[in-house]
């Protein structure tokens, strides 16, 4: 699989068909591959895909108040199901000009959480990592240990019904529509259980260990403002240390912000240094929008997104009572 | 070298816990840092770099420095006890030793008279900071990158090494050998002691990855400050500010005031120049607004502008900008892009 993407990639960039791609290598620890962004042909065998490729490429075209996007440049991206749903809604939303993108697709098992895989060493380090047929393999000083994939893939990997892109210019393999049979929301189901005293009580906990340092914002391809409410001080909007009211404002108003714009990758949850249950939320969020408004993020780039959009025949019990 | 058999390590920590606030590694939800201990039992002994470092032990996230009112100004009331850190390891110990010169200087630098922080000096001045070797380094370990040493002990009061069935101790300043005179406990190491403590540092020092060559990084950096190698470094980085805030030295930090209805409090509060806000000025104009221009900050203050004012690199090796980075930027192989960027500009 991963020689035919780096021969499609060579030849997009040989061929003049794109400047730059941006996809995956392999990175300085065992378990995290990193952003790549090819512009040579001879630099597509740095190319990789695996579970260790888990964050979304597609957050390189807005980052910098959009400036790749805003360049013009032509760009083939590498995607798993999700980062295709995030360039959905980039085309939905036009932040970028589908004429100005190859969108590679490659196909996915789910992505590590690596927190997960570090409870499973316990606590002994990573050192190599390699997988084959839903099972991966770990080793290190002391350690040689076969997991079920399953047991170690990111939360938002277990209840992913849309693996593959949906809309592509190539793909690797043959891409997969929607996949069911799996709990969806098991975690979600729970969480709508308990009264809404419970869930306060739930998010508190999780939120007061957040530190503020915002990886979950900017890795988010759904969180592109040029300037967030966080980094606005005339007026500032929510104090900035992390007490917990002004740190759950930050991530309820993300939240909301992000309402039927999260394509629920989970990235934000894999860059979070403390380990916290970040997209719960946006799940709730997510399903709220579909049973509403019967959208889903990322699923069509021609539609419009649900919150830029009004049907009359659409559901307003929150209105009218 | 004095020795405190395992066994009598819950007694020692009790009687520690009796004059100081004693903190130590913790883990709790899957995560580790500094916190204060009731008992030993508390302490993770398994955590080697904790994912928290221990500055905000000193220099917290967020810290009251005053409260205001009508009536006036008061200072926020302080814990009577003094501070004694347990478990800190070499990259850890010289981080608060760089931080003291940034905010203590009168002592480490008494030539140096800029500035004393006082919010600091009340904590670090009077605390005891027992070191702890590593004996086992971790691949994103580079301690010794920058003149450090799994049992080097930079920055300690006390050195302590875990030899399996007791922990030697050594200390390294005047306090702590006020401290060890005074602890009761404690025996004096044999020459079997100290010879285990070698060979645990050599089996360390084995352990670590060859060190990388950082000669010539200062000039290199200024040389390049204009360059196009800071789009290529920074490419991949989204600005977010996990590596400045789980860093033992990076300390910049922003000033707020929090008030409602006559009162109030003016807290300082964790910054990073991966910020856009950080270098935002009342004008609009912000002097870097690129994404690369916020990421060449971080390395210029560590390996450049910090030595030029201090005399050492503001970055201790303990990796855990490297763990923390959600896109896997690190530290090593900026700086050796920096520095072999040289070798393209001679070819």
Redesign the interface.
């Known amino acids: 699989m991963v020689n035919e993407l780096r021969e499609k990639v060579r030849k997009l960039l040989a061929d003049g068909d794109v400047e730059l791609v941006i996809g995956w290598e392999k990175?300085?620890?065992a378990l995290?591959?990193?952003?790549a962004?090819i512009e040579s042909p001879e630099d597509a065998d740095r190319l990789i895909f695996d579970a260790t490729c888990g964050?979304n490429p597609a957050?390189?075209f807005t980052?910098?108040a959009r400036?790749l996007a805003k360049s013009g440049r032509k760009v083939g991206i590498v995607v798993k199901g999700c980062d295709a749903r995030s360039l959905s809604l980039y085309l939905a939303e036009r932040q970028a000009k589908r004429e100005n993108i190859v969108i590679i697709g490659v196909p996915c098992r789910g992505v590590l959480d690596r927190?997960k895989v570090?409870?499973a060493a316990g606590?002994r380090?990573v050192?190599e990592y390699s997988e084959e047929d839903g099972k991966i393999t770990v080793r290190g000083?002391d350690l040689d240990l076969t997991l079920d994939a399953e047991d170690v893939l990111s939360n938002s990997c277990l209840t992913c019904v849309y693996p593959d892109a949906r809309e592509y210019d190539i793909f690797i393999g043959e891409a997969r529509d929607r996949q069911d049979g799996k709990d969806q929301n098991a975690a979600l189901d729970e969480f709508e259980k308990l009264s809404p005293g419970e869930r306060w009580e739930k998010m508190t906990e999780v939120y007061s260990?957040c530190?503020?340092?915002?990886?979950c914002?900017?890795?988010c391809p759904s969180c592109y403002c040029n300037?967030c409410f966080v980094?606005q001080?005339d007026p500032q909007w929510v104090?900035?240390?992390?007490?917990i009211t002004d740190t759950m404002i930050f991530h309820i108003i993300r939240n909301l912000h992000v309402a039927g714009r999260c394509v629920e990758c989970g990235?934000c949850e894999?860059?979070c240094?403390?380990?916290l249950e970040l997209l719960l939320l946006n799940r709730k969020a997510a399903r709220e929008v579909e049973e509403r408004f019967g959208y889903v993020t990322g699923m069509d780039s021609g539609e419009k997104p649900a919150m830029a959009d009004f049907r009359e025949d659409e559901k307003q019990d929150f209105i009218m009572g | 070298m004095v020795r405190l058999e395992k066994k009598g390590f819950a007694d020692f920590i009790r009687s520690l816990a009796a004059d100081f606030a004693v903190y130590a590694p913790v883990t709790a939800?899957?995560?580790s840092g500094f916190k204060v201990i009731e008992s030993a039992e508390d302490i993770d002994a398994?955590c080697l770099v904790t994912?928290?470092s221990p500055k905000e032990v000193f220099f917290p996230?967020?810290e009251v420095l005053f409260e205001y009112d009508r009536e006036g100004v008061r200072e926020v009331e302080q814990p009577a006890k003094p501070i004694a850190v347990w478990g800190l390891r070499g990259c850890d110990s010289r981080g608060l030793r760089l931080l003291d010169m940034v905010f203590g200087s009168a002592r480490q630098m008494p030539e140096n008279e800029m500035f004393q922080d006082p919010y600091w000096k009340r904590k670090y001045d009077h605390s005891l900071v027992f070191g702890l070797a590593c004996n086992?380094p971790?691949?994103?370990c580079f301690c010794n990158w920058l003149g450090g040493d799994p049992h080097g002990g930079d920055g300690s009061d006390v050195f302590v090494v875990d030899a399996g069935d007791a922990f030697l101790m050594e200390p390294r300043t005047d306090k702590g050998r006020a401290f060890i005179e005074k602890a009761s406990g404690l025996n004096k190491a044999s020459g079997k002691d100290e010879k285990k403590a070698a060979q645990l540092a050599d089996a360390a020092r084995k352990m670590m990855n060859p060190p990388g060559e950082l000669d010539g990084l200062d000039a290199r950096l200024k040389a390049v400050f204009n360059e196009d190698i800071w789009d290529e470094l920074a490419?991949?980085c989204?600005?977010?500010?996990?590596c400045?805030?789980?860093c033992p030295t990076c300390h910049c930090f922003?000033v707020?005031d929090?008030g409602k209805g006559g009162k109030g409090k003016r807290?300082r509060?964790w910054d990073?120049c991966m910020?856009?806000?950080f270098t935002?000025e009342a004008s609009g104009h912000n002097p870097r607004k690129?994404?690369r221009d916020r990421f060449r900050q971080r390395f210029m203050h560590k390996f450049s502008y910090f030595v030029d004012n201090y005399g050492e690199s503001l970055c201790t090796g303990c990796g855990r900008c490297?763990?923390?980075c959600?896109?896997?930027?690190?530290i090593?192989?900026v700086v050796r892009g920096v520095l072999s960027y040289e070798d393209k500009g001679a070819r």
């Open positions: 990175g300085s620890r995290a591959a990193t952003p962004f964050n957050v390189y980052k910098d400036r927190n570090a409870d606590g380090e050192l000083k260990r530190i503020r340092c915002y990886a914002r900017n890795v300037e980094d001080n104090g900035k240390t992390p007490e990235a894999r860059a240094p403390m380990g | 939800n899957g995560k398994t994912d928290r996230h967020s086992e971790r691949s994103t490419a991949k989204v600005n977010c500010g996990a400045a805030f789980v922003d707020q929090e807290i509060i990073s910020f856009p806000i935002m690129l994404s490297i763990i923390a959600p896109v896997n930027v690190d090593r192989e």
